[in-house]
């Protein structure tokens, strides 16, 4: 019988791999509490401190909970934050010297994380100390953003329930900063369990666990498959309308389409524009959309010819058919970027944008810089960015229309990042937001030449100034001021060739509702439910 | 009714002159490119992207607006360029090699066998796809990497034919009669044994040409926008659960037509060159 039984078993195994692939649990919990999500990368990892990443933000969003949050607004049909106004979140209320030097932040009381531990001045302490030792995220918030220096001096517990931060100078972000995707609170009881000799904050744990006081917890974390988040019932908010995320690792966005389009998820993530366009003649299916703060650009090297002279970076701007792009690769889901601040940030304006598509300018603009009969460049894209491909054909066929020679590079995401970082790629494309909705923010993380993520070393000493000034500054009218300049400069200095800002896109089934978005461009399972 | 020989024999030059002339067609569209082709192969048109095949665009247009008739006839330059250098460089280099370490016996030869079947140890397609990726995407070092591959396989060949050939009789009396190693090798063994390496360029041909195209197709081959069968097939591939088939199917169909073309010249070529095939006809 033997025989008999293992193919038995084997069959036995397939039909419930297949079963669970369309009803996950079905059978054991209420569907429509239940949510099957697909997207193309498990995150990383789950510890607040891993680098960022589109996929780590989304886990961090629901898994940690931050101090402040920003009131929220709907805008087309879509739950968005409202910059003007900050909320408690796990501190029911702050208050701020009025030299903006310090920020002290009362706790909610009776807030339980998931394990059923009770929030205190303990838990925020622990984790900032944790942060400020993992030398990673948080810490370079504190220091870069606040200039802060010594953990002793800056992080003080007052009492049970009260905790005070206190800066060397004065920051405009002093409240701002806390909203930040990056600075969740741990579960400092949860954690702590977990720590051993060699890893004194339970880095290894975190990687894989959650212990925050957010709306989920992850209970099953298969990295490259799946991670499954479940409600915890203690959340302060109360409890989440949907119990269960069943988050499906599907690398290619056409299986993430044919799986919604059968059924078998609820949600599919990161769908190209075309599939979207595809999907919203489909009555049973929902695309929602929103114009966020991505900036899809080309960055060139500023520092090497050709791309050392402005000249040719105007005119390689001036050879874009952004047009053509938005209808050929976004479907209009995209609109054109023309500034280097997000589009929905304060203090943004497009008053100094011109670069509409005009060739005999480019070639005028290439003639001035000595580059009359063209050049041969590199332009790298990230592989299996389907989007990058497209827009970069387009681009070769623009750019060889002023006799510009543009080899395409496909690289690895990780080799075209280690390029890029040591300068040795020319152009590559660079898609990125900045989440602290806030100008001087924005453009001290991609224009002021001493940040490490100014990759095309752009370098212009007011620039420079009115960055620092803007982020040690009180006076918002001066700070607008100052970063409007910084917009009127680097537009005429085009340190990037500018094209779209993306915005983000969610496809769903029509039964699911509640889409909200919020500047890491990750998706809130709290906000969403099933109707 | 005729003899069933006789059947084969009349099969057999059909194979031939269909072969030469589905052959004949590429040539043409290799030479005639420029003059057939009705839009730039490699320049984007995104105000015509994904137009459905018309008699504007025979073969409609690619996600970028590029003209796919144009890159598929654009693209039987590459793709024959690349597995026809490839197989030439395997054959000038493995026929001789397999004729030295078939007719030399010794540690050189063994060396040389233990060699191959490393090479040949890995699969072919995964061993092209590191190799591509050490040497770079370029369309000369995907023949190169090709023609690294097929040598053992001409080495092979040639070796197991002059082990069966070196012992003869006949290549003794050339012995007894004062001739060379070198003129024993080429003169005597060579002529007779060419004939398996003969008919398997035709093969190799075919299975160069499918390599190119698979590698291409998972990213390891030729840049964007160069016109080539398997790229343009990876490209459209993402496109068909959208119901955009054209993009894939073309560049697909001429691969097809082109391993098909190598196929019946290869049975062709062993039908006029196998000994065995012959005297059974």
Redesign the interface.
């Known amino acids: 019988m033997r025989f008999l039984l293992r193919p038995a078993a084997q069959a036995l195994a397939v039909v419930s791999l297949l079963g669970g692939a369309v009803a996950p649990n079905a059978f054991a919990q209420n569907a429509s509490a239940i949510l099957v999500v697909a997207g193309p990368r498990t995150p990383e990892s789950l510890d607040q401190e891993y680098p960022p990443t589109e996929a780590t933000h989304e886990a961090k969003r629901n898994i940690y909970e931050r101090l402040l949050a920003y009131d929220t607004k709907v805008v087309d049909g879509v739950q968005v934050e409202n910059f003007d106004k900050l909320v408690g979140a796990l501190a029911e209320s702050w208050t701020v010297a009025d030299d903006k030097t310090s920020i002290t932040f009362h706790l909610r009381s009776g807030v339980k994380s998931a394990a059923g531990n009770t929030l205190s001045a303990d838990d925020v302490m622990w984790s900032f100390e944790r942060g400020w030792n993992k030398n990673a995220n948080f810490r370079w918030y504190m220091s870069q953003i606040l200039g802060i220096k010594s953990f002793e001096e800056a992080f003080k517990k007052q009492d049970e329930m009260t905790v005070t931060v206190t800066l060397p100078k004065t920051s405009p972000l002093i409240e701002r900063i806390w909203v930040n995707n990056d600075l969740g609170i741990l579960d400092a009881t949860a954690a702590r369990k977990n720590v051993t000799s060699d890893d004194p904050y339970a880095s290894s744990w975190l990687a894989t666990h959650s212990a925050s006081f957010a709306p989920y917890q992850v209970t099953k974390f298969q990295s490259g498959q799946e991670v499954v988040y479940e409600a915890n019932p203690n959340y302060y908010r109360g409890v989440p309308r949907l119990s269960k995320i069943i988050f499906r690792e599907m690398p290619t966005?056409?299986n993430r389409?044919?799986a919604l389009q059968a059924g078998a998820v609820d949600v599919a993530e990161w769908l190209s524009p075309?599939?979207l366009a595809?999907l919203e003649k489909n009555p049973q299916l929902k695309i929602w959309q929103v114009f966020g703060n991505y900036i899809h650009r080309v960055e060139m090297n500023n520092t090497t010819p050709p791309f050392d002279n402005p000249k040719v970076r105007q005119a390689l701007n001036y050879l874009v058919?952004r047009e053509?792009?938005l209808?050929?690769?976004y479907y209009g889901k995209a609109r054109a970027t023309k500034s280097p601040i997000s589009e929905i940030y304060p203090s943004y304006t497009d008053e100094y944008f011109t670069y509409t598509q005009d060739v005999e300018k480019a070639k005028a603009l290439l003639k001035e810089a000595g580059q009359e009969s063209g050049f041969k460049t590199q332009l790298g894209y990230r592989?299996?960015d389907?989007i990058e491909?497209?827009i970069?054909?387009?681009l070769?066929?623009?750019f060889?229309r002023a006799n510009v020679d543009v080899?395409?590079?496909?690289l690895p995401a990780s080799t075209l990042v280690e390029k890029y970082s040591k300068g040795t790629i020319p152009m590559y494309f660079f898609r990125d937001m900045a989440i602290v909705p806030d100008a001087a923010y924005v453009a001290n993380l991609w224009l002021n030449s001493a940040s490490l993520i100014n990759y095309p070393k752009f370098n212009n000493a007011e620039v420079d100034k009115l960055i620092n000034d803007a982020l040690s500054s009180t006076d918002e009218a001066a700070r607008d001021a100052g970063m409007k300049r910084v917009q009127q400069i680097v537009v005429d200095e085009a340190p990037w060739v500018f094209l779209m800002n993306p915005g983000y896109q969610l496809a769903t089934r029509a039964n699911v509702a509640g889409f909200s978005w919020y500047t890491p461009n990750s998706n809130s399972w709290y906000d969403l439910y099933k109707k | 009714m005729r003899p069933l020989s006789a059947q084969r024999s009349v099969a057999g030059k059909a194979t031939l002159i269909i072969g030469l002339v589905l052959l004949a067609i590429q040539f043409v569209a290799i030479i005639f490119a420029p003059w057939i082709a009705p839009y730039s192969p490699?320049?984007?048109?995104?105000?015509n992207?994904?137009q459905e095949p018309s008699l504007i665009h025979f073969f409609g247009t690619d996600?970028?607006?590029?003209d796919i008739f144009s890159r598929v006839i654009f693209a039987t330059r590459i793709n024959l360029l690349i597995s026809v250098t490839a197989v030439a460089i395997a054959f000038v280099i493995g026929v001789p090699l397999g004729l030295a370490i078939g007719y030399y016996k010794g540690w050189g030869s063994s060396l040389a066998m233990r060699f191959f079947d490393f090479i040949q140890s890995f699969p072919v397609f995964v061993l092209g796809m590191v190799l591509v990726s050490v040497m770079g995407?370029e369309i000369w070092n995907v023949a190169i990497v090709l023609a690294v591959l097929f040598t053992p396989v001409f080495a092979r060949l040639i070796r197991a034919e002059v082990l069966s050939l070196r012992d003869r009789p006949f290549i003794a009396a050339a012995r007894c009669s004062g001739a060379t190693d070198s003129a024993i090798m080429f003169q005597h063994i060579l002529p007779n044994a060419l004939t398996p390496a003969i008919v398997q360029i035709s093969i190799s041909i075919g299975m160069a040409i499918l390599l190119t195209a698979g590698l291409s197709f998972v990213?390891a081959g030729v840049?964007?926008?160069t016109p080539e069968w398997g790229l343009m097939v990876s490209?459209g591939a993402?496109?068909?659960?959208?119901?955009i088939w054209w993009v894939a199917l073309f560049p697909g169909l001429a691969i097809v037509f082109s391993v098909l073309t190598f196929a019946l010249l290869g049975d062709a070529a062993k039908q006029l060159f196998d000994p065995q095939t012959r005297s059974s006809s």
Request: hydrophobic share 45%; aromatic share 0%.
């Open positions: 966005s056409a389409l044919a075309r599939e595809m058919p053509d792009i209808k050929a690769v592989t299996g389907q491909e497209e970069a054909v387009i070769k066929t623009a060889a080899e395409l590079v496909k | 490699e320049t984007a048109d995104p105000i992207a994904l996600v970028s607006g590029m995407q990213g840049r964007m926008p490209n993402q496109q068909m659960i959208l119901g």
